[in-house]
């Protein structure tokens, strides 16, 4: 079974603060991605990267960056917090490539609950 | 108008009903088309997914894709309390980066 986890389940932090989500995968995935998830807005993707060191914006990747120092870890930073980036968090991953008439499925972690007062 | 629109719901129903969960699209481009399902306070999981146009059938859950009117259905026959949850859509492109674009989900509640 593919594994995605997730540093923190919830995460309490002051406006300013830096701050570090971090997702571990265990099955060798070459794509990761991070989203966030706002009620009526559902899931808004942040930051993919698809191999070590590399990474690509996704649709809202204002006020965040990542790293992909090893392939099994995908780390979104918050440089300096705030209030509008208090949200539900969450990373996946996906094997890279398809096969004919196979998407490449992206499995997620449970998520980071972040409060940022 | 938005690459995916998906009915946020909530949709009630008794448990054995038949239903019926849509998304309609504007990018011809998309080909893969995929469900997942997200329990509360839980990470969204694969349901099933079709590729190009047709129905795909896996268990009580059957997947619907019309092409030429861009709308996708997921048909959940004898729904259970258990089914409760977030269906959000999901569509990507044959080609390029591995990249989802979701709906915004469709509370369902099943009540017993």
């Known amino acids: 079974d593919v594994k995605v986890t997730q540093s923190s389940r919830y995460l309490v932090k002051r406006t300013g603060e830096k701050v570090f989500l971090e997702c571990v995968q265990d099955?060798?995935?070459?794509?990761m991605f991070w989203y966030r998830q706002d009620p009526g807005l559902g899931l808004r993707l942040i930051y993919f990267?698809?191999?070590?060191?590399?990474?690509e914006k996704g649709d809202i990747p204002e006020g965040y960056s990542v790293s992909r120092e090893k392939k099994e870890r995908f780390s979104l930073i918050l440089e300096s917090a705030s209030t509008n980036q208090t949200s539900m968090y969450l990373c996946a991953s996906s094997l890279g490539g398809r096969g004919a008439g196979s998407p490449d499925t992206q499995y997620f972690g449970p998520g980071t609950r972040l409060t940022v007062l | 108008q938005k690459e995916v629109e998906q009915d946020p719901g909530p949709l009630s129903v008794p448990e054995g009903a038949i239903v019926s969960l849509n998304c309609t699209y504007s990018n011809s481009a998309f080909q893969y088309f995929m469900w997942y399902r997200q329990y509360s306070r839980k990470g969204p999981e694969l349901l099933m997914y079709?590729?190009?146009?047709g129905n795909k059938e896996d268990g009580r859950f059957t997947a619907q894709v019309d092409k030429s009117s861009k709308y996708i259905s997921l048909f959940i026959r004898d729904s259970q309390p258990s089914d409760s949850a977030t269906y959000l859509c999901a569509m990507s492109r044959p080609s390029g980066y591995s990249t989802l674009t979701f709906g915004k989900g469709t509370m369902l509640l099943v009540s017993p």
């Open positions: 990267s698809y191999d070590v060191k590399m990474k």
């Open positions: 099955m060798d995935h070459e794509n």
């Open positions: 079709t590729y190009s146009s």
